[in-house]
């Protein structure tokens, strides 16, 4: 059974930093490319960067220079840095497989960018 839990939101303020980080388990992690995905209010869910099994990664334009994504395949955790954040990057943020797999989502963690 394939469990990804993430963590590390919160509420920062415009121009802050968040690292966020996601658990896997029930996967072969090393094989798979993984992702970050968010979903803001109303608005569709989107990709916002990626990272294939090799570490090759690969980023939205829109956080493309501000946010960093890295992968520790012996811990099977996926994260993603978050620098000189803005007030449009609040939404919930998941991991999943890249591309995804529907039954993988989880509850996500939510940032929150807000002066």
């Known amino acids: 059974q394939v469990h990804l839990v993430e963590s590390g939101g919160g509420l920062v303020q415009p121009g802050g930093s968040l690292r966020l980080s996601c658990a896997a388990s029930?996967?072969?992690?090393?094989?798979?490319?993984m992702a970050w995905y968010r979903q803001a209010p109303g608005k569709q869910r989107e990709l916002v960067a990626g990272?294939?099994?090799?570490?090759?990664?690969n980023y939205a334009s829109s956080v493309e220079g501000r946010f960093t994504i890295s992968r520790d395949s012996a811990k099977k955790m996926v994260y993603l840095q978050m620098n000189s954040l803005k007030p449009e990057d609040t939404a919930v943020y998941y991991c999943?497989?890249?591309?995804?797999?529907?039954?993988?989502w989880g509850q996500g963690t939510q940032v929150t960018v807000s002066s």
């Open positions: 999943n497989l890249l591309p995804p797999v529907r039954t993988y």
């Open positions: 990272i294939s099994s090799g570490g090759t990664t």
């Open positions: 029930g996967i072969i992690f090393s094989i798979n490319a």
